[in-house]
Structure formats: C-alpha cells, structure tokens
C-alpha cells in the first residue's frame, strides 16, 4: 500500500496546529513564576487523592485541545505501521478522493458518506478504520466504536485500530474500557508516550493502580514534558500508599507549577497519609492565606485540629469554611458543631450554632433542624442553663418530631430532674413504643421508679431492658433492685 500524499497529510497537519493554536493540554507546561515561595508557605510535599469525575473530564478535553495531540491522531490517517491490512487500488483512490475534504466540519461529513457508499465486509478494514476516525475527531466517540471494532474484526492485528478505539472510549468517558484496546496496541509495537499515559489513566480509573504505575512511568520516559502522566503517577503511588515517592514527584510538580492549587491539596493529601497532620495542616492554612482554600480544605482543616485536639482552631477553620458559602453549607457547620460537643468542646461547638442561628439555619431540612435543637439542648446543659431553656428547647424536637425516641427520653430526663416525675414517666412510656429506642427508655422508667423506691415495679422494665438489649451493667443493676425490692424480715 502507497502512502497517502503527503501535500494532504501535510494540508492536514497545518490545519490542525492552526485550530489548536490557543489550546491547551498535557504538552510541555507553562514555566513557574519567578517569584520565590513565601516565607509561610509550607515545604513543598504533595499527595495525590483519587480524581474525581470532573478532573476526568477535564483531563479529556485538555488532550483534545492539545496541538501535539491534534497532530498525533490526524497523523493516524495515514500508515504507520507494517501491521496494516491489505487496500485494493480502488480503496485508495476512494481514499485519496476523500481526504482532502476532511479539514472542515462539512468536508468531513462528505468525506464520511462517500467512505460509507464504499465500505462493507469485502472491503479493506481501512475503510472502517478511516470511518470511524471521522466520527471520533467529529465528537462521536460511541459511532467510531462500531467502525474501529468492524475493522478489527476484519483485520485483528490492526493496530492504529486499537489504539484509537482506546481513544474513543477515553473520550466517550469510559476509561476503563480502554484498557484491553490500549494493552493490544502496545503488545502489537505501539511505543509512543500518549498511549502509554492514557494506557495508565486507564488503569488508574480502573482501580488498577500497580499496571497504571507501571504505564505511567513509561510515558513519563518518553513524554517528561508531559504534566498529566506526572500528576497520574502521583496518584496512584498515593493509592498504593507510596507516599513518599508521592511527596517527591508532587514537589516537582509544585516546582514547575506553583500557582496550580491541586497540586498543594495532593501535598496536604500525602501529608496525611504520612501521618503528617500539623504539616497538611499548615498547607491548607497557606491556601486560605492566598485566597485558594475551598470550603472541602478548610472543613478538612477543622477536622485536622480536632483530632490533633485544637478545638478553638478547629471552629475557626469551619466557620472559615462555612463563610465561603455553596450548597450544604449550613449542614457542614452542624456536622462540625456536632464534631466538637463530642470532643467536649462545649464553648467552641457553641460559635458553630450561634452562627448558624444567626444566619442559614433555616436552610437545614428537618432532620437538620431537630439535630441543631438536640445539640443546642446538651450544650446547654452543659453549661448549665437553667431547666427551663433545656426543656424549651426538647419540647421544640418533639413538636416537630412526635416519634423523635431519643428526643422523648431527654424530655423525660429533663422531667425528672426538675421533679416531675408524673410527665417523665409518660415521655419513657411514649419512647417506649419506638422499637430502636424500646430498651434506653424502659431502663430510664425503671431508674425513675427506683428513686421512687417504687423496686417491685421497675424490675419487669429491667427485664425488658435486657431482654431487647442484653447489657452486663444493666443486669448488675437489676441485680441490686432485686434484693432492695426482696421483703426485710
């Protein structure tokens, strides 16, 4: 088989570099700031953390958008390989009448149903394989799956065929179905660094991460310019918990990109994994300090603080968190109120719902709202509030949740300890009813009768309480009731 000409190929090319001109993509990256680090920015380490489905997408569109790409698989138009199948004379001047149409939209569809007038299952799996490069480079990846998978059946050993039908699987954002074609192409000679990067990204997405290494590495060999392949590389060494290996590819990574905002949040990530807490932490600080930090990094941050036991810092960072706004806002904040009355901080849980009262507390559903009047309630008992605010406040739960068990129980227990003994008992009763909180709130009753020296009638609340939930401090309690409830001779 003749090559195509080389005035189209080349016509081809140049149109290409010229509708790519302003792109961007995974080529050579742009060169860093000269500005030094300021002097409060962490050292750079960086992790990387599983890719989210938008970073996917926006992976394809920048390898779409790069020239280097572009010219890469227009290239693929013509023969590059020995392993091509067989073209009649006829084939090729169909071929050669076709291809200078396809530089336009329009041309490329003339182009396409001239091919497809052409092509059946006695013709040349070039047909099919040009056919579905025009569907592919036209944004119909799902087309150019049937046509490369009609040439490979024509010709199984086609190898431009399998590397482009990985293509369209990227592009059609199933990545993980581009493995098998990817892993064909490079077993039938394909050396080049974009489909071993995009081999390792299938992998990667795959869950595959030790292959996806492995890939990666490859194209970094060929394509060192190549940031995507480095930024893939360092997420799987994160998933397979490299993480040292992790912070020194992600360093050069910052070196090269400083200003990339993903890059500091993988340091921040490969921190952690290293049990570098206060590290990451000082990271996320430093992107709140240029204005880079999102409500995901500084709720991240709070978190950091809590387990490291810094609970004043920590609502610092969530109400930071919670003053840059976006949707579930106000349920971030009560989550992390509900973090630190946990941790027994009181007074710092208490900002949280302060904020929250004063601004979108009203945004929260009702089960939001009734767990913000529940926290409100032990904080303030915590603070020893007078009875009355704690009760105000369990009543609110219970109007807006009749069947609310663990409401009722507080209500009774409030109940009891203002000594009305008469409306405790009937709020256990009612939490009684509720199978989940059936055993908590006969063991309650039962308390109550006791101090009431009422034994005799507390022991079958005590049976039932072990019964549904068998509990060796509830039966050595049962224990003591019984020999007070015994008659003294």
């Known amino acids: 088989m003749k090559a195509i000409p080389v005035r189209w190929m080349a016509w081809l090319l140049t149109a290409a570099a010229a509708s790519g ?89 003339k182009a396409r149903q001239l091919l497809e007038r052409t092509a059946g299952p006695e013709r040349s799996a070039v047909l099919d394989f040009t056919i579905g490069n025009i569907h592919l480079q036209g944004g119909q990846p799902d087309r150019a799956i049937i046509w490369y998978r009609r040439a490979i059946g024509k010709f199984p050993a086609f190898l431009r065929a399998h590397k482009n039908l990985g293509l369209a699987h990227v592009r059609r954002n199933a990545p993980a179905e581009a493995v098998e074609p990817f892993t064909r192409a490079i077993s039938l000679g394909a050396a ?25 590495r490859q194209a970094i060999l060929l394509q060192p310019q190549v940031v995507d392949w480095q930024l893939g590389l360092a997420r799987c060494l994160f998933r397979l918990r490299k993480f040292e290996e992790a912070v020194a590819l992600c360093d050069d990574l910052i070196r090269r990109e400083p200003t990339r905002t993903e890059y500091w949040v993988l340091q921040a990530n490969a921190c952690l994994g290293q049990k570098l807490p206060l590290k990451a932490a000082e990271i996320f600080e430093y992107l709140d300090l240029i204005g880079q930090a999102g409500p995901e990094h500084l709720n991240t941050l709070g978190d950091v603080y809590v387990n490291e036991r810094l609970p004043d810092m920590a609502a610092d960072a969530y109400l930071r968190a919670h003053a840059r706004g976006g949707a579930g806002a106000a349920a971030r904040l009560l989550r992390a109120a509900e973090v630190l009355a946990a941790r027994g901080a009181a007074a710092d849980a208490g900002r949280l719902t302060e904020r929250l009262r004063a601004g979108d507390a009203e945004s929260l559903d009702d089960a939001g709202r009734r767990r913000l009047l529940k926290l409100e309630a032990r904080l303030a008992a915590a603070r020893g509030d007078p009875d009355e605010e704690q009760v105000r406040l369990i009543e609110e739960i219970v109007r807006l949740d009749p069947m609310d068990g663990e409401a009722l129980i507080l209500l009774g227990q409030r109940y009891a300890a203002a000594g009305d003994a008469e409306r405790a008992i009937l709020q256990f009763e009612r939490a009684a009813s509720i199978d989940a909180f059936a055993s908590e709130a006969c063991l309650r009753h039962a308390q109550q009768l006791v101090r009431q020296r009422k034994f005799a009638d507390a022991l079958p609340l005590l049976k039932r309480s072990l019964d549904l939930r068998p509990r060796d401090d509830v039966a050595r309690y049962m224990e003591q009731v019984e020999r007070l409830a015994r008659p003294r001779t």
């Open 21 to 109: 001109a302003a792109a961007t993509g995974p080529a050579a990256p742009s060169a860093p700031r000269p500005e030094a680090r300021p002097a409060s920015a962490p050292a750079a380490a960086s992790a990387p953390v599983p890719t989210p489905a938008s970073d996917e997408e926006a992976f394809v569109q920048r390898l779409w958008r790069n020239p280097t790409f572009q010219r890469e698989f227009l290239g693929t138009y013509g023969a590059r390989s020995d392993l091509e199948p067989p073209i009649s004379p006829e084939e090729k001047a169909i071929l050669e009448q076709a291809m200078p149409s396809m530089g336009t939209p329009r041309g490329r569809d």
């Open 192 to 216: 080049d660094g974009v489909t071993y990067g995009l081999l390792g990204f299938a992998c990667a997405q795959a869950e595959q991460f030790a292959s996806a290494e492995s890939a990666y």
